[in-house]
């Protein structure tokens, strides 16, 4: 939902928050159920097993972790959900009580890919995806008031008709 505001406008944004991926939720289960073996394997089989054992924890620990981060990064330019609030060069997106304010340089490039913005930088590398909008002329809105476009209310006229 699009609201016009003195200096912008505030979107409420429709999407989908990004969830946690189920792959890292069942591996990271899968190494807690690791860690219970490995401490029965250190009680029950001789030191050698057992310090093998440990040392396969550790290096899933350790991809888990690596994984973990990967998906972090892919996912922190991704918005979807949660309220924007748009002004000339600077967006703020409150989610859930967590707000980021984000600031264009004068080299960031805003495109309009289906109903999606995608801000990247001088060098092409994407900075933000955000998506969520409810129709193309919202996107286009978020858009034009990036680049400082100014927009203005429409004034509608109502006519009455007597029943």
């Not at 609201?3 to 912008?8: H, Y």
């Not at 939720?25 to 440990?54: C, D, K, N, T, Y």
């Not at 949660?82 to 264009?104: A, F, M, P, S």
């Not at 990247?120 to 998506?131: A, P, Q, S, T």
């Amino acid at each position: 939902m699009l609201k016009l505001t003195d200096d912008g406008a505030k979107i409420t944004l429709q999407g989908q928050s990004s969830a946690a991926d189920n792959g890292l939720f069942w591996f990271g289960s899968a190494l807690l159920v690791g860690a219970v073996a490995v401490a029965l394997a250190m009680s029950l089989l001789p030191e050698r097993l057992a310090i093998g054992a440990l040392a396969l924890l550790i290096v899933g620990s350790f991809i888990f972790n690596r994984q973990r981060l990967k998906h972090k990064q892919a996912m922190s330019g991704i918005i979807s959900s949660g309220v924007l609030w748009v002004r000339d060069g600077e967006l703020v997106h409150d989610n859930q009580g967590k707000r980021e304010h984000i600031h264009l340089t004068d080299g960031d490039k805003i495109t309009l890919i289906g109903e999606q913005l995608q801000i990247v930088d001088c060098d092409d590398i994407r900075k933000y995806l955000i998506g969520g909008f409810d129709n193309i002329q919202e996107a286009n809105a978020a858009k034009a008031i990036l680049q400082g476009q100014p927009l203005s209310k429409r004034h509608a006229n109502i006519k009455m008709s007597n029943d």
